[in-house]
């Protein structure tokens, strides 16, 4: 058993956060740690950043609608969702 913070803490965490385990070729780890520091982020931030930045172009094509639609003075927005998915 752990001490009253830490499991409200671990309680909040596993309620905000998702889990990814990630693996890295051996000696990698520690070029990515170098990297972070040298922004002066933690490991954790500097790999959040770079997985935002590489879905940045992604999000723009996923938020856009599949079809608009004017209808007097209206603008009707679909998204086409396939149920096989």
Avoid: C
């Amino acid at each position: 058993m752990g001490t009253a913070r830490t499991r409200a803490s671990n309680k909040y965490a596993s309620k905000a956060y998702d889990r990814i385990a990630l693996q890295v070729h051996k000696g990698h780890k520690a070029e990515i740690q170098a990297a972070a520091k040298s922004q002066g982020k933690s490991l954790n931030a500097f790999i959040n950043d770079a997985i935002d930045k590489a879905m940045e172009p992604l999000r723009e094509i996923w938020d856009k609608p599949d079809l608009i639609l004017q209808r007097g003075d209206q603008t009707l927005e679909f998204k086409i969702i396939d149920p096989k998915k």
